[in-house]
């Protein structure tokens, strides 16, 4: 006679527990409890579609895209000011050090590396910079017409880069291209606090002013 063990005595006792569950000749109808509803797979795209064609039809859609063409157009010409630029009250005059720490080699078009990764690289070592930038507040009618004498002193070498102001309004005022400074990532990485201000290379440095009116 085969022993009784604690393992055959558990396997006994799980099988007359669940007995009733996992034989189906003895399985009981334990009835309905609550409302059962039909699994409805819906189309998501053709709820979008039809959302899409409602709003069309009533002119919604319509309504939609011209007020995103007006947000753009209106970020293109007017982007938001950069923060914390103010109108210059004095005279102001710094050297920056344009250098940088190269994250890989940086090899010419022939393959060579001529600067490797972690050196300290100051770029106008290699190529001069010969524009002249010159920030400034388009919204500011004296700014406007100081940079019309600079851009006319420093020539096709000046570039105009607005802090504040309407980008279409000042390329008709100065008749010269404009750029924005969005984000104030170039007054940032300068430390320009003023405007109007002019950034222009001093030996191996660049040099800023920023110029009281």
């Known amino acids: 006679m085969t022993p009784v063990t604690r393992k055959s005595v ?38 979008i579609q039809d959302r899409l064609a409602s709003m069309e039809a009533s002119g919604e859609l319509a309504k939609l895209n011209a007020e995103m063409v007006n947000r753009v157009t ?49 770029p106008l070592s290699y190529a001069p910079f010969t524009k002249t930038l010159i920030f400034m507040d388009g919204d500011d009618p004296a700014q406007i017409d100081w940079a019309r004498q600079a851009t006319a002193k420093f020539g096709p070498t000046a570039k105009i880069i607005l802090t504040s102001g309407d980008v279409f309004d000042a390329m008709r005022a100065l008749s010269v291209p404009v750029y924005f400074d969005q984000g104030g990532r170039l007054t940032t990485r300068w430390g320009i606090k003023a405007v109007p201000a002019t950034v222009q290379q001093d030996g191996e440095a660049l040099r800023i002013r920023e110029v009281a009116l």
Do not use: M
């Open 74 to 122: 209106r970020n293109a010409r007017r982007p938001p000011p950069v923060p914390g630029i103010q109108r210059a009250s004095s005279n102001r005059t710094w050297l920056v050090d344009p250098s940088v720490i190269a994250e890989r080699d940086i090899a010419d078009h022939r393959g060579v590396v001529f600067v490797r990764a972690g050196t300290r690289v100051n």
């Open 10 to 47: 558990w396997c006994l006792s799980l099988l007359l527990l669940a007995g009733p569950f996992l034989c189906s000749s003895d399985a009981a109808d334990l009835g309905t409890h609550g409302k059962l509803y039909p699994v409805v797979e819906t189309d998501l795209l053709a709820l």
